[in-house]
C-alpha cells in the first residue's frame, strides 16, 4: 500500500517529493472515486495501490522529451503499474491535479504560518504584561508627544497580528478548494461525484464553477494576506530599528557572543535581524503585485501563471515562515533599558506635559484658543532656550492669571497621561487564539 500522507514542515511542502507524492494520491484518490460508482474494478485499484511510485529524477528525464511534467508523471506511474494504468488520469486534466495538488500545499503552508503567528502572540501578550507598567514617551512624527508605556508597543504589534491570524485562517479556508471537473470545467468525462470524493479525502471542497483551473482571485487574495502579515513584521522591525538608535536607545535587538557589526568599525552593533525582517517583506509585497497579474487569464485558462506561481507561492511563504520566526525570536531577546527611556521623557524638560497644561488652561481661559497660543509661546520659548517648560509657565504673567502655582505642578504628573491603560491591558487579556 502506498504510505500514509503526513503533513511536513515548510520546506517539505514545497519539496519537488512532496509535489510528486501528492499528485499520486489524488490520482489514487480518483481511481477509488471511479470504483465506488462502479466505473472501475476494484482489483484495478489494488493494482495501482501496490504498484504506484515515482522517482523525481526519472520523470524530470522523461519531461526533458515530453515537455509537460503530468504528461512525464503519468508515463513513469504508467510504467510502474502496467496495464491497471489505463485508468489513471481518465477523463480529467493536467489542472484537476496540479490545482487540487497546490490547494494541498497551501493549506499544509497556512497551517505552519498560523502557528508560527501564534507563538508570535505568546511573546507579545507576555511582553506587553512585562511592561505594562515601564513609562516611556510617545512619538508622533518621530517627535516626542505624550507619556505612555512600553508595554502599549507590544499590545498594539500583539492586536495587529491576530488580526493577520483570522485573515490568514479565512484566507486558507478560501483556497482549500480542489477541482476534479475535466478540460474546461464541465465533467465531461468525469462523474460530479468524483470531484466530490476526492476533495472530501482531502479536506476540500469542490470548486463551485471551474473551468480548466481554479480561478486564481484565491490564490491573490492568499498572497496578500502573507503580504500583509509581512509588513505587519516589518513595522514592528522598523521600530525597533529606530529605538535602537544610539540618540534613542532604549531597546535594541539581541546580540550574540561573538557577533560583530562591522569589518571596518568595532564598535557598531547595526540591527541586521530587524533590517532582514524589513528587506524579505518587501519581497512578499512584491510577490503579491505578480499574484494579482495571475488573475486574468485568456478565456478558460492559459498558462502564464505557472511559471510565476512556482517562483511566489514557495517563496512567500517560506520566507514569512522565516521571518515570523525571526521576530519571536528577536522580541523574546529583546534588550530593554526602562532607564534610557525615563531620561529620554525628561529630554525636553517638560514639554511632553503640554497637552495636559492646555486641556486645564482651556478650562480657565474665555475659549481654547485663546489658552492654546498661550501655552504654544510659553513652549516654544522652553524649546528654543532649553529651559524648564514648568519653571517657565511659573514665571509667566498670563499663565499666572489663569492657574495657580500648585496647580501647574499639579499638571506634570506622569501618572495622569497612563491612568486608563489597564483597561487597555484587559483587553489584551481577552485575547483568544
Not at 176 to 191: A, D, L
Amino acid at each position: 500500500m502506498y504510505p500514509k500522507y503526513v503533513r511536513p514542515n515548510m520546506e517539505k511542502v514545497w519539496s519537488e517529493e512532496n509535489k510528486l507524492d501528492l499528485w499520486l494520491r489524488i490520482e489514487i484518490a480518483i481511481v477509488r472515486a471511479r470504483v465506488k460508482l462502479g466505473e472501475v474494478p476494484a482489483e484495478a485499484l489494488v493494482e495501482i495501490e501496490e504498484k504506484a511510485t515515482f522517482d523525481k529524477e526519472e520523470i524530470r528525464r522523461i519531461e526533458g522529451r515530453t515537455q509537460h511534467d503530468v504528461v512525464a508523471f503519468l508515463e513513469y506511474v504508467g510504467q510502474r503499474v502496467g496495464e491497471s494504468s489505463k485508468y489513471l488520469h481518465e477523463g480529467i486534466t493536467s489542472s484537476d491535479i496540479l490545482d487540487t495538488a497546490f490547494a494541498i500545499q497551501l493549506g499544509d503552508a497556512a497551517r505552519i504560518l498560523i502557528s508560527d503567528i501564534k507563538e508570535l502572540l505568546d511573546v507579545l501578550v507576555s511582553k506587553a504584561d512585562e511592561y505594562a507598567d515601564t513609562i516611556c514617551v510617545g512619538r508622533t512624527h518621530g517627535m516626542h508627544a505624550e507619556p505612555m508605556v512600553f508595554g502599549l508597543k507590544f499590545g498594539n504589534w500583539a492586536f495587529e497580528m491576530h488580526r493577520n491570524l483570522e485573515r490568514l485562517k479565512a484566507s486558507k479556508d478560501e483556497i482549500s478548494f480542489g477541482k476534479i471537473s475535466g478540460p474546461v470545467g464541465t465533467y465531461s468525462n468525469v462523474n460530479p461525484q468524483v470531484e466530490e470524493d476526492v476533495c472530501f479525502d482531502f479536506c476540500l471542497e469542490p470548486d463551485p464553477v471551474s473551468n480548466q483551473i481554479i480561478q486564481r482571485d484565491r490564490h491573490a487574495h492568499f498572497m496578500s494576506v502573507l503580504a500583509v502579515c509581512a509588513g505587519s513584521l516589518e513595522r514592528i522591525a522598523l521600530e525597533i530599528r529606530s529605538l535602537q538608535r544610539p540618540e534613542i536607545g532604549e531597546a535594541a535587538e539581541p546580540f550574540g557572543e561573538g557577533q560583530k557589526g562591522s569589518s571596518a568599525m568595532p564598535h557598531k552593533r547595526n540591527p541586521i535581524l530587524c533590517e532582514r525582517v524589513c528587506g524579505l517583506a518587501r519581497v512578499i509585497r512584491g510577490y503579491a503585485q505578480t499574484a494579482f497579474e495571475n488573475q486574468a487569464l485568456y478565456h478558460e485558462r492559459d498558462i502564464s501563471h505557472s511559471s510565476a506561481e512556482r517562483v511566489i507561492f514557495p517563496d512567500a511563504t517560506k520566507a514569512l515562515d522565516y521571518i515570523l520566526s525571526l521576530m519571536t525570536n528577536i522580541l523574546e531577546n529583546l534588550e530593554v533599558s526602562p532607564e534610557k527611556m525615563l531620561e529620554n521623557l525628561k529630554l525636553t524638560k517638560g514639554l511632553v506635559f503640554s497637552s495636559r497644561v492646555l486641556t486645564i488652561l482651556s478650562e480657565k481661559c474665555p475659549n481654547r484658543q485663546m489658552a492654546y497660543e498661550i501655552v504654544q509661546r510659553v513652549a516654544l520659548k522652553a524649546s528654543r532656550s532649553g529651559q524648564s517648560f514648568k519653571r517657565l509657565l511659573l514665571k509667566d504673567a498670563e499663565v499666572r492669571k489663569y492657574l495657580s502655582p500648585k496647580e501647574i505642578a499639579d499638571l506634570f504628573d506622569v501618572g495622569y497621561y497612563i491612568r486608563n491603560t489597564g483597561k487597555i491591558f484587559a483587553r489584551l487579556g481577552e485575547l483568544e487564539y
